[in-house]
């Protein structure tokens, strides 16, 4: 079973910075692809940002290009988001999920963790 948990999320002016982490239990941590998702209130949950197993490639949304960048620490088990110049827009629940496939596709992944909250007041 594989369990992931999301922290570091928190309050913080627009233009300012956060960096979201994602501890995952289990041995195989690098045979999985990793993506971050957010749910806005009163929206579905939308792809943020993803990365492959080995951490070789990377992709994003287009309203976080140049902005989020996602990497991770095969040998902590663990996932980051760090998120940069956040906007109001950005608020939002954001998730880390696991799963087999590279993709930015929810169905792709199989593992999910609880959220943490990101609040950006203007």
């Known amino acids: 079973q594989v369990q992931l948990v999301e922290s570091g999320g928190g309050l913080v002016q627009a233009g300012g910075s956060l960096r979201l982490s994602c501890a995952v239990s289990?041995?195989?941590?690098?045979?999985?692809?990793m993506g971050w998702f957010r749910q806005a209130p009163g929206k579905a949950r939308e792809f943020v940002a993803a990365?492959?197993?080995?951490?070789?490639?990377?992709t994003y949304a287009e309203p976080v290009k140049g902005r989020f960048t996602i990497s991770r620490d095969n040998a902590k088990n663990t996932v980051f988001l760090q998120v940069n110049i956040l906007k109001p827009e950005d608020t939002a629940v954001y998730y880390c999920?696991?799963?087999?496939?590279?993709?930015?596709?929810?169905?792709?992944?199989?593992?999910w963790g609880q959220g943490t909250q990101v609040t950006v007041s203007s």
């Open positions: 999920a696991a799963g087999r496939t590279y993709s930015i596709m929810q169905r792709s992944y199989s593992y």
């Open positions: 990365i492959t197993g080995s951490g070789d490639s990377t």
């Open positions: 289990g041995r195989t941590f690098s045979s999985y692809s």
